[in-house]
């Protein structure tokens, strides 16, 4: 038996077993495949405000219009407290963030559109559109989905100084397929770094940033930053590539190797088919294993795979939804007709996408008459109803604040 079993290994899971485990609860993570980390720009992103508001004030204010927010839940001090520890997570493992809740930062896209983030690695940080210094944007033929010239131009159009190049590959082992992860292996090399950087240095002009993707390596990214500053005599900032996403795999290694640090344990490729319990408790889990299923029994359960996006909740033809891993109520559209707004871009997002547990206040799920299904399983991330989050933006803000908050509830179970 063990004390604590969290499912999902999305930022809610890793940063809930990271409190669990830090508090000697030896916590095992069973997870169907990686979070959205792999897929996302690897920024944290609070609240998609682009008018310069304080962060804090916006979502100190949102309980007056929308009381069931999932922000409501962790409040602004919550939030701070798990960014607090998830910065510190990061700058001991020499990748910090940088960023502040006072207000957004606008940071360029790979097609060149402005996107506001909280808090972004300090790889990103020369990118702020704010500031007004000339940038270059290189890339590569071989790495697709990123187009120098397209980006420079868009970067134009909204009146930032810009310019696009692409670089020539230096003669290397031929790859079939470049992916980000090829080039951030390229780039953990220092000598390839060199030779990037001596063509950066020619292709400068007047620019005093340069923008890359961002594939400056896996293994010490700020050192890849620094030598090609010290070559270009430019500052260098990385921009999201589509998926796969090398920021991503490197926040998923540091909450990997800081969990099994302090006893907890992920199992990746372990997909939770249900659940059974008595007297309100969740007693097992079933996992997919390769010749059968794996029964794991636990204390407490911490859920947090995602909503229609992570693999947390699926739906179908005939309108079903369904919550994927103990089949927990959901609350959501009661018909397919309902699922979308007639209008793409609506300015409240599409009801699909609002759909999850409800929870009390100790982020326990509830059932469609709000009693509590388990009194010892609580949930956290995109998997919680009350919050929209395409058009407020508020991704992996809210799951790292829910997912420490979860973890913090469960800390201080017996
Ligand atoms: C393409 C894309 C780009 C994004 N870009 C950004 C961005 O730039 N900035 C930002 O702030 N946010 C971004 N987000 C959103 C953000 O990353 C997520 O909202 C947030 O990270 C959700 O975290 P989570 O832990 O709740 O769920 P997820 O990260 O989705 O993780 C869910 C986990 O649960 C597992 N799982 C699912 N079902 C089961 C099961 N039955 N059994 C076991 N495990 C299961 C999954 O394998 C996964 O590990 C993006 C999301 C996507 C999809």
Redesign the pocket.
């Known amino acids: 038996m063990r004390d604590t079993i969290v ?7 890793l940063m809930g077993a990271l409190a669990l485990a830090e508090a000697g609860r030896r916590p095992l993570l ?8 792999h ?7 609070v609240w998609g405000d682009t008018e310069g508001n304080d962060l804090r004030e916006v979502l100190r204010s949102l309980p007056a219009s929308q009381p069931d927010h999932t922000y409501a839940r962790v409040g602004v001090e919550g939030l701070e407290a798990a960014i607090d520890r998830f910065r510190a997570l990061v700058e001991a493992a020499n990748y910090p963030y940088v960023g502040s809740l006072e207000r957004n930062t606008l940071l360029p896209t790979a097609i060149g559109a402005l996107r506001p ?1 909280a808090f972004f690695p300090v790889t990103m940080a020369a990118g702020d559109v704010r500031q007004a210094d000339e940038m270059l944007i290189a890339g590569f033929h071989e790495l697709r989905d990123f187009y120098p010239p397209l980006a420079a131009d868009n970067l134009q159009a909204q009146g930032v100084a810009a310019r696009g190049v692409y670089l020539t590959l230096p003669p290397i082992k031929r790859s079939l397929e470049f992916t980000t992860r090829t080039f951030a292996f390229l780039f953990d090399d220092p000598g390839f770094r060199e030779q990037i950087g001596e063509q950066l240095r020619k292709e400068r002009g007047s620019a005093t940033r340069i923008g890359l993707p961002a594939v400056l390596g896996l293994k010490d990214p700020v050192g890849a930053m620094r030598d090609l500053e010290r070559i270009t005599g430019a500052q260098i900032f990385e921009i ?1 590539t589509l ?1 796969p996403s090398i920021p991503g795999m490197r926040l998923f290694q540091i909450f990997r190797n800081a969990i099994a640090h302090v006893g907890g344990r992920l199992q990746v490729g ?4 249900r659940g059974i319990g008595e007297d309100g408790r969740l007693t097992t889990v079933y ?1 997919e294993a390769a010749a059968r299923e794996q029964e794991h029994r636990a204390n407490y359960f911490l859920l ?4 229609i ?4 909740i699926r739906t179908d033809h005939t309108g079903r939804v369904w919550e ?2 103990l089949g927990l109520p959901l609350r959501a559209p009661q018909s397919r007709a309902e699922w979308f707004e007639p209008r793409f871009l609506a300015e409240h997002g599409h009801p699909i996408y609002r759909a999850g547990i409800a929870t009390d206040d100790g982020l326990r799920p509830l059932d469609a008459h709000d009693h509590r299904v388990y009194d010892n399983v609580v949930v ?4 919680l109803t009350g919050s929209d ?1 395409i058009p407020e ?1 508020c ?5 790292l604040a829910t ?1 420490w908050h979860a973890g913090q509830l469960l800390r201080i179970e017996d």
Do not use: H, M
């Open positions: 499912i999902g290994a999305g930022l809610a899971g069973l997870s169907k495949g990686q979070g959205a980390t897929w996302t720009g690897g920024t944290i992103d983030a999201p998926p372990s997909e939770v088919l996992s947090a795979t995602g909503g996006a992570g693999g947390g994927t891993a956290a991330g995109s998997l989050p933006r991704y992996s803000g809210l799951a997912g």
